[in-house]
């Protein structure tokens, strides 16, 4: 963090942050160092809204959300997000130059299909609203981002450069992070945290961590949710198996008169097992079209809640039935084997 009662003005702020990133460079096997907020695995990035122009505005709120990121030259290179048109901030982005942003695929797509969003410009709240126009001066690949609008949708992420923010007293400086590429192991948290202190005693480190570190942890919250519903999943998939299997016991264990009468007719074992399985796999197929389509709508209707929502594989497909197709011909050809050795005579006098 950078506390105003140490850095009041932008120009101090700017002064700190590029000292602090000049000490970084000179560490022994550092091959870049820049900085961005808030963190790239911060799994609630600040929402922003913004207009773009010649859009309507959607009503009523009057404004889309984005994703808003304050970057320094080179931050989207540091962390591999690969720039798909225009450029990256530079150094000559500073407070007198024109506003400028970069924003994500999905927002180029979404506002501009079939052509080039180079010099295109966005604004931050509504169209008629007091704050400036920043212009489109490079395009990047979709990162992803977990956040709740709670009003609309989140179009995609629009960064700014952060000396221009600096600027206009909109910076979060409470979330600034440090992206530090290393060609060795000789760069360590201590040698890090000593530098930082070198630039500036006063610049408050909370925590280091490598990017990988960082992406486990930003994932720690979807696995949790991943395991408790694959657990679920597997429950209910148990549930079916040996709900299926009591009703299809129950359904032949009622036909033992029948089997008892066409035994005396003549009927092998084979065939009355046969018949058993005609009713189950009836049955089956019936149950797993009918849980498909059910499965395909509520998975169509979460992803257009969750658009990463993964689509589902054919094992998860397979395997479900093949549970299932376990189930059933254990609950009908136990009971039918069964029924096949009794005696039709003491059968028909028991009914």
């Known amino acids: 963090t950078v506390p105003d009662q140490f850095f009041p003005t932008a120009k101090a702020k700017q002064n700190a ?3 602090t990133l000049a000490q970084l ?8 160092a ?5 963190s790239p695995m911060n799994a609630s990035w600040n929402l922003m809204p913004f207009n773009p122009e010649s859009a309507p505005a959607p009503e ?22 690969p720039l798909l048109q225009g450029r990256e901030f530079l150094e000559s982005d500073g407070p007198d130059a024109p506003l400028v942003c970069v924003v994500s695929n999905s927002v180029a797509r979404r506002f501009w299909p079939g052509q080039n969003p180079i010099g295109k410009r966005v604004k931050w709240g509504r169209l008629d609203g007091p704050r400036p126009w920043f212009t489109v001066v490079g395009v990047v690949g979709d990162m992803k981002a977990i956040a709740d609008p709670q009003d609309g949708e989140v179009v995609g992420m629009i960064a700014r450069p952060l000396i221009q ?35 500036d005693v006063h610049l408050a480190v909370y925590n280091t961590v490598s990017l990988e570190d960082a992406a486990a942890q930003s994932r720690t919250t979807e696995r949790f949710i991943f395991v ?6 597997l429950l209910g998939l148990l549930l079916a198996a040996v709900g299926l299997y009591g009703l299809l016991s129950l359904q032949v264990a009622r036909r033992q008169r029948e089997f008892g009468i066409r035994s005396a007719f003549g009927a092998t ?19 797993f079209v009918a849980g498909a389509l059910t499965t395909w709508a509520i998975f169509r209707l979460v992803q257009s809640q969750w658009a990463e929502m993964p689509t589902p594989n054919l094992f998860a497909w397979v395997g479900g039935g093949a549970v299932l197709a376990i189930a059933v011909a254990i609950a009908c050809l136990l009971p039918a084997r069964r029924a096949s050795r009794v005696d039709p005579i003491v059968v028909l006098r028991y009914e």
């Not at 460079?25 to 870049?32: A, I, K, W």
């Not at 408790?228 to 999943?233: N, V």
């Not at 074992?269 to 149950?287: E, P, S, T």
């Open 269 to 287: 074992a084979a065939q009355l097992i046969q018949l058993v399985a005609k009713q189950g796999a009836r049955l089956l197929v019936a149950g």
């Open 25 to 32: 460079r000179q560490l022994p096997g550092v091959t870049s």
């Open 34 to 38: 820049t900085l961005t907020s808030p």
């Open 228 to 233: 408790l519903l694959s657990a679920f999943g």
């Open 60 to 81: 009523p709120r009057g404004y889309y959300f984005a994703y808003s990121r304050i970057a320094a030259p080179g931050y989207f290179k540091s962390i591999d997000q």
């Open 17 to 19: 942050l590029d000292a």
């Open 165 to 199: 923010m600096l600027e206009q007293g909109t910076a979060p400086l409470d979330d600034i992070t440090f992206v530090v590429h290393a060609s060795s192991k000789a760069v360590s948290e201590a040698s890090i945290r000593t530098a930082l202190a070198r630039a």
